[in-house]
């Protein structure tokens, strides 16, 4: 095969198609419309550049289509330009939220479009989902609206800040009852909620999760609670470096209760250790931290010793050794 029709095969074939026909399923709760996550039982693949690139969370594994190919079958070259060459018209499913466009004003910059937005305010659409759907107390909120650390989205969805050292907006996660994603056109940093001098640096995969901390924690004051938005981006890799050569700092990955937590958890500590930082593991009894927040939240409801922090930390959560 020439070298012009091996280029034309890597266009007209997704990474999502090679995906559907090995059997993975997209995760939509995890998937952004950058970032599309298919699972297949402990298997995860996400898909980047418009179906054109992809990266395996747990590995240092990533490519185009070919790659991706052989990365799953563990085949040679020849056998994997067949194999793609199959899929030539197979059209693989398209999540729903990608039909949607977003409502955006593409002649404002990123601190333009932030800025154009409406802080949340008690009673609003924002204020209600995180409230009510996620279960982040009003003392919290109130906090990251004081800090300009969220927005009103469309749709009753939450916009939550990444900004740069200098406090520049690069970014926001988005996160909402029927969608979420990151700002098109941003750029992954890191969301700060919190003080911003403080040595304690909890490090959550997405900021519902460290705001829901930060509500378990009842807003420690040495603490900034942050959010690498799902992502491993190397500006995000910078600002936690930078971040942990703080005299004194203590680096906590505060990831999730899985397995790509704890791939970041080992990331995270490598910092940790590069930067001669104390290090901490800290994960929640659930999945995240958001689910263990609601869970807290029905336990008081209910009356039960669940509802009371100061029996749910640091006994609902593990902890290690510090590495510094």
């Known amino acids: 095969m020439e070298k012009n029709e091996v280029e034309e095969l890597r266009d007209r074939v997704q990474c999502a198609a090679v995906l559907e026909k090995a059997g993975f399923a997209i995760d939509l709760k995890e998937s952004t419309r950058k970032a599309v996550k298919y699972r297949r039982g402990d298997d995860i693949i996400i898909v980047i550049h418009d179906g054109k690139g992809w990266f395996d969370p747990l590995s240092d594994a990533k490519g185009d289509v070919f790659s991706l190919v052989a990365h799953l079958d563990d085949i040679g070259f020849a056998e994997v330009l067949q194999r793609v060459s199959d899929l030539v018209g197979f059209v693989p499913s398209e999540p729903v939220w990608t039909r949607r466009s977003r409502e955006r004003d593409p002649d404002l910059g990123i601190p333009d479009r932030w800025s154009d937005r409406r802080r949340p305010w008690r009673g609003s659409m924002t204020w209600r989902y995180l409230r009510d759907e996620r279960g982040v107390p009003e003392t919290v909120l109130r906090a990251a609206i004081q800090q300009d650390r969220l927005r009103e989205g469309p749709r009753g969805s939450m916009w939550a800040a990444h900004d740069d050292d200098d406090g520049v907006v690069t970014g926001w996660e988005e996160r909402g009852p029927e969608w979420r994603g990151f700002a098109s056109g941003g750029g992954k940093v890191l969301f700060r909620l919190g003080p911003i001098g403080a040595t304690r640096l909890c490090v959550t995969e997405a900021a519902i999760d460290a705001m829901s901390l930060a509500a378990l924690e009842e807003l420690r004051s040495d603490s900034l609670y942050l959010s690498t938005g ?95």
């Open 230 to 324: 799902g992502g491993w981006a190397p500006a995000t890799e910078a600002a936690i470096r930078r971040l942990a050569s703080r005299p004194g700092a203590l680096l906590v990955a505060a990831t999730d209760n899985n397995e790509q937590g704890e791939v970041y958890a080992e990331r995270i500590a490598a910092i940790g250790v590069a930067a001669a930082s104390k290090f901490e593991r800290l994960k929640p009894a659930r999945e995240d931290w958001n689910e263990e927040l609601r869970d807290q939240k029905e336990g008081k409801e209910q009356g039960t010793e669940e509802g009371n922090p100061a029996a749910a930390y640091p006994a609902a959560a593990s902890r290690e050794a510090s590495l510094g």
